[in-house]
Structure formats: structure tokens, C-alpha cells
């Protein structure tokens, strides 16, 4: 049975930073691309971030791109993502996501497992 776990959410004041990690078991993670999806209060889920299976390929949405950083760790099957100079709008539960390609995904229709998700709150 495939778990995905995230940690690493919580409060913190806009312009600070949270790392945000998935632990993965059950599935062969290095044959996986994983990507980090959020959802606000009332909002549908929207991509974040996505990773390849090697960690080669990254993909951001243009809301994070320069301040969000997705890695990997096979040897761990964990996934990361660094999260600096956050801002209000970043608040929403974050999940993490596991698509079986080799390559990064954006839709949330090609990823097949999904965690329970972390909070993640900015206060201004």
C-alpha cells in the first residue's frame, strides 16, 4: 500500500521560510515523478511544483517560481520543497504527489497517489 507523508507545514510571518517534506513508501520511488499541489480555503487545488525521477527536470508555477525549491532524495524517498519569502497568498493545505512518469507533471489528473497534506499559514 502506497504513503505518502507530508511534514514541515506551519505559521510563519510573511518573508520567512518552511521546508516542507513527503515521505514515500510502498512504491518504487525512484520510478516516480513528484509534484506539490496546494489548496486554499474555497479555491480549487493548483499546482506548485514538480520533480523528475532523477531530480533533473524541476517545473514551479509562475506564483513560486524563485522563491520555491523542489528536490529529492531517492536514497530517502523523500521529496522536499524550500519555501522562502512567503507571502499570505501562499497559505493553503499543501500535498504532496506521486505521478507514475518519469517526468515532471502539472496536471493534478496524472498524479495516482496523493498525501493527507500540511498546513502551511503566512500571517502579514
Known amino acids: 500500500q502506497v504513503h505518502l507523508v507530508e511534514s514541515g507545514g506551519g505559521l510563519v510571518q510573511a518573508g520567512g521560510s518552511l521546508r516542507l517534506s513527503c515521505a514515500a513508501s510502498?512504491?518504487?520511488?525512484?520510478?516516480?515523478?513528484m509534484g506539490w499541489f496546494r489548496q486554499a480555503l474555497g479555491k480549487e487545488r493548483e499546482f506548485v511544483a514538480a520533480i523528475s525521477w532523477s531530480g533533473g527536470s524541476t517545473y514551479y508555477a509562475d506564483s513560486v517560481k524563485g522563491r520555491f525549491t523542489i528536490s529529492r532524495d531517492n536514497a530517502k524517498n523523500t521529496v522536499y520543497l524550500q519555501m522562502n519569502s512567503l507571502k499570505p497568498e501562499d497559505t493553503a493545505v499543501y500535498y504532496c504527489a506521486a505521478a507514475r512518469s518519469l517526468m515532471p507533471r502539472t496536471a493534478p489528473s496524472r498524479y495516482d497517489y496523493w498525501g493527507q497534506g500540511t498546513q502551511v499559514t503566512v500571517s502579514s
Open positions: 510502498g512504491l518504487t520511488f525512484s520510478s516516480y515523478a
